[in-house]
């Protein structure tokens, strides 16, 4: 089956070179892609639901309600959309992190996984999935020939704590979720990252650092420290960069690898949290609190 063919409904650019393309297919239904340009080669941030409906409290993905799953075809479509603009390099690095929780669409995503490698010859290793631990979808992935690499959205280290950031009823206790994720890593071989977003005053304290060192402190992942982004309807604040420092040197210390993300796109609306998705004349208001991470960073620091 070909890849879907998308409508250029709108872009915008950033003064990073971050392009937020808005992509409309046959149906109308609006899908949001982000191009990452650097150094000869472009990371295509792709979508894998219309809408989101895990609710992360610090994103407006899915402030419009959840749509429906993207088909495999979609979701590849979205690179070919991004390789078809001549004024950007081709595609190297594909990352699943825009709008949904990929691992509620697992066996599209794998579809997805495996057109992208033979259409584009991107290779597993350079391809990501970011879930908040969907105990299904990780099985399924783990089980494709050619897994790609994993990152597990954990925001914090204690289950009443995250359950508050992501009011997803099925979410996996945080013991059950990094289990499947480091069984996952040493099945398909990879190292899984372990995503960690920032907020003041509530995940960024030096005991939330000691409980991120005793889960991890054996294991061989690396920790990404996210940078919280402007959205209107969030309550939240990015941490201070000295609340930064003592958490990163805290895991430092433990001899965990850190690293420190520097997101791109907020001057077009397209860095981790802000992407939304887009209904057609306008359509639902956003509803508060209901909405995924959407983690595009910059392809250098992956």
Do not use: W
């Amino acid at each position: 089956m070909a890849d879907a063919t998308y409508r250029v409904v709108e872009s915008r650019s950033a003064a990073d070179g971050t392009e937020r393309l808005l992509l409309e297919g046959a149906d109308a239904t609006r899908i949001e892609t982000v191009a990452m340009p650097a150094s000869g080669h472009t990371t295509v941030c792709v979508s894998t639901q219309a809408g989101c409906p895990v609710g992360c409290r610090f994103c407006a993905s899915g402030l419009a309600g959840f749509g429906r799953n993207l088909t495999a075809a979609e979701i590849s479509g979205q690179v070919a959309a991004v390789a078809a603009l001549p004024h950007l390099p081709p595609p190297r690095r594909v990352v699943f992190m825009g709008v949904g929780e990929p691992l509620l669409n697992a066996r599209a995503v794998g579809a997805a996984v495996t057109r992208i490698e033979r259409d584009f010859g991107i290779g597993r290793k350079r391809m990501r999935v970011s879930t908040v631990g969907i105990l299904a979808g990780l099985a399924h992935l783990a089980a494709l020939p050619r897994p790609p690499g994993l990152a597990l959205s954990l925001h914090a280290a204690r289950d009443d704590l995250r359950r508050r950031l992501i009011p997803y009823r099925p979410l996996a206790p945080i013991a059950d979720a990094v289990r499947a994720a480091l069984d996952y890593g040493r099945r398909a071989r990879v190292r899984i990252a372990i995503q960690y977003l920032l907020l003041a005053g509530v995940n960024d304290g030096d005991d939330d650092a000691r409980g991120i060192r005793d889960l991890f402190a054996r294991e061989r992942v690396k920790i990404d420290l996210l940078r919280h982004n402007e959205v209107a309807e969030s309550p939240f604040r990015a941490a201070s960069r000295e609340r930064e420092d003592a958490f990163a040197a805290l895991l430092y210390r433990a001899g965990l690898h850190v690293s420190r993300r520097t997101s791109r796109g907020a001057g077009a609306g397209a860095a981790c949290g802000q992407l939304r998705r887009q209904i057609p004349n306008g359509g639902a208001a956003y509803r508060a609190g209901d909405a995924l991470d959407s983690d595009c960073f910059h392809p250098a620091t992956r």
